[in-house]
């Protein structure tokens, strides 16, 4: 397993490398294609040359090679891998502030809302897949099928505006003109966005909107990897001995079946990141993926550019984390 | 025009294509009816009701992208603020949306961008992932290593937010720039399904036979490897076409996408979402529609897949 761990990390290096270059090279290209970035932040108006030229310089636009179409920049990026991997620096917004240390400010909210939307897509997800596959056929076997593909259909951001609406203020509404409900509960809970009185209380719909989108793809995960390993041999030899029903499924069959699950989760990571961009946008929490969109919105690309930079890097470490538990999970792992 | 004509012909010619390469797939299943594996496929999704709602509702669909005057005679410009968010009527089936607007109009033209994005991008996996995963696939060796490492690149940079930096720095959201980066960021996943069913397949006698009677890479790759790898494209095209449709809408509603005065499904929805309690159908119409164009073309995927895997029967 050694050599494995080895291996992957080497290729760890390479792939970052490239994910970074490819984001700045896709920077770039639009840059050059489109013009000045800065120019978007004035809108309609026309900024005054040496307003627009401090700027531009401040943000790190100012180099010659952006105008060359074209171009890949290698200097540029060159200077940018210095200035994250050395100094830690990410860029800076427009009032000066780092982006750092705006992502510092964000960070536990996205982290809250993340844990909340992997432990309900796991603990949701893995029983409806268990109910699912020890039972092919059956009710809750076509629930999972016909759930999974509807899940799979509706957009995030639909899901998020109609649950907000009907869950967050309609029903909302109607647990708030009850006297008996406990503020935590009608206010907290069911806030149809953030409330900072509630910080965690109000995360929990956001969450679980955000683990919806992968939690069918959990349940038919688990359900396939039941359905195959009920009938394998030592399952069987399992029962022969005349263990309990309880004792067969939670321990031999379900060890096992758990392994991709595992793995799928490791990975939805990151995918629930980009997730939470969007979740964050209608639920109003002040986390990474608001930032990522109100600085869209006005056009602040250095911010965009420094906290994607940053996600991304969470994300293959994410990925090389998942890998190498997968081998210490399952010993027929092996890349030699 | 062109595209959009060629729009419809696409997305109608999903299980029609099936009559073009017949002759020279290899007929892989259904040894007592003899049939080819597209005839014996055909037969079954016709009489799939499933696929065959899902394949009407994206006609319908599909036909409003493309001839949205046969859909509805009035102008979505065509505005009045002193309509104002007034409900559907028999003459305005979906109501006025904030700006006084016909929404039933809006709805309809809307369906183009979704849809023309989601064929230009598609086409262009389609071509350009489907000739590096050949490549990779059939040539192997250094070719195939340089393909998977980039391939590798392009996958470990989420989709999402690669679609929102290059949006956000191009500044020009439109059609062409949406795209563009959906094709950018989408192009591995097909390369790899053809790459692993090239090389499953490049190792077959009838391929052996071919190089042995003198033929040369292009003609064993194109007309012997190919169409082994066409079921698999097909279906994952299908429903990257649902996909890119829901991803064009996401992108707007986070403001990345197209912009205001244009058409489109996204833009009604985030234009109208505070609404909801008072005038619901302003959101139910355009999610509906969404939602449907999604589902039925992920139906569609999952019916092919069923219909083209001879595993299955």
């Given amino acids: 397993m050694g050599r494995y761990v080895i291996r992957r990390l080497l290729q760890f290096i390479p792939t970052v490398l490239g994910t970074m270059f490819l984001l700045h090279y896709i920077t770039s290209l639009a840059i050059q294609f489109s013009g000045n970035p800065v120019r978007a932040l004035f809108g309609d108006r026309t900024p005054p040359p040496a307003l627009l030229e401090a700027i531009t310089e401040r943000l790190g636009y100012g180099d010659p090679c952006l105008d060359q179409r074209g171009n890949p920049c290698f200097g540029l990026f060159l200077d940018r891998l210095q200035n994250i991997f050395f100094h830690f620096d990410f860029g800076i917004n427009l009032r000066q502030r780092d982006v750092t240390d705006l992502v510092a400010d964000a ?66 509404n109607v647990l708030r003109g009850q006297e008996w409900i406990p503020d935590v509960i009608s206010v907290g809970v069911f806030a149809p966005v953030f409330k900072q009185e509630y910080p965690l209380a109000s995360l929990i719909i956001p969450g679980m909107v955000l683990g919806a989108v992968s939690l069918a793809t959990t349940a038919r995960l688990t359900r396939t990897s039941i359905m195959e390993n009920i009938r394998a041999d030592y399952v069987r030899t399992a029962r022969a001995k005349g263990l309990t029903n309880k004792r067969v499924i939670g321990v031999h069959t379900l060890r096992n079946s758990l392994i ?31 930032l990522v969109t109100f600085s869209a919105r006005t056009g602040e690309s250095s911010v965009v550019v420094g906290v994607v930079t940053m996600l991304v890097l969470v994300v293959l470490l994410a990925n090389l984390l998942v890998d190498i538990l997968y081998a210490v999970l399952d010993p027929r792992i092996r890349y030699e | 025009m062109s595209d959009l004509t060629s ?128 490549l990779a696939g059939y040539y192997g060796g250094w070719v195939d290593t340089i393909i998977s490492r980039v391939m590798d690149i392009f996958f470990s940079l989420p989709f999402l937010l690669g679609a929102i930096v290059f949006l956000t720095v191009i500044k020009r ?124 073309f992920i139906l569609m995927g999952d019916a092919l897949r069923d219909a083209l895997d001879p595993k299955f029967r």
């Fill in chain 1, 260 to 290: 991709p699950v595992i793995t799928f989760l490791g990975v939805d990571i990151g995918a629930a990141m980009a997730g939470a961009v969007v979740t964050e946008t209608i639920f109003n929490v002040p986390g990474i993926g608001r």
């Fill in chain 1, 107 to 172: 960070l536990p909210f996205t982290l809250k809302l993340l844990v909340i939307a992997i432990v309900f897509e796991a603990v949701v997800g893995i029983a409806a897949g268990v109910l699912a596959g020890l039972r092919g056929g059956s009710f809750t076997d076509y629930l999972v099928k016909i759930s999974t593909v509807f899940v799979i259909s509706v957009p995030i951001f639909v899901l998020g505006v109609v649950v907000r609406e009907f869950v967050g203020v309609k029903f909302g």
């Fill in chain 2, 173 to 296: 959201q439109n059609v062409w720039t949406i795209a563009m980066v959906l094709f950018l960021l989408a192009w591995p996943t097909i390369a790899r399904i053809i790459r692993g069913s090239v090389i499953s397949s490049k190792d077959l006698d009838y391929v052996h036979a071919a190089k042995a009677v003198g033929a040369r890479n292009g003609r064993i790759m194109f007309r012997h490897i190919l169409p082994n790898a066409i079921a698999p494209m097909l279906v994952y095209a299908t429903i990257v076409l649902g996909s890119f449709v829901a991803a064009e809408a996401t992108l707007t509603f986070l403001g990345v996408g197209l912009q205001p005065p244009a058409q489109s499904w996204g833009i009604m929805i985030s234009t109208h979402q505070v609404y909801f309690l008072e005038d619901p159908w302003l959101l139910l119409f355009p999610c509906g529609l969404l939602v449907g164009t999604v589902l039925s």
């Fill in chain 2, 7 to 134: 729009a419809g012909a696409a997305i109608g010619g999903a299980p029609v294509a099936g009559d073009g390469p017949t002759t020279d797939a290899p007929g892989g299943s259904g040894k007592e009816r003899s049939a080819s594996l597209w005839a014996d496929a055909r037969r079954q999704l016709v009489r799939d009701p499933v696929f065959m709602i899902a394949f009407l509702y994206i006609l319908v669909v599909g036909s409003m992208a493309a001839f949205p005057k046969l859909w509805t005679s009035q102008d979505p410009r065509n505005c009045d603020t002193a309509r104002s968010r007034i409900a559907p009527s028999g003459e305005h089936p979906f109501g006025f949306d904030i700006l006084g607007c016909d929404y039933y109009s809006h709805a309809i033209y809307g369906a183009r961008p979704s849809m023309v994005i989601a064929i230009m991008a598609t086409t262009a996996i389609v071509v350009f992932g489907g000739v590096l995963g050949l």
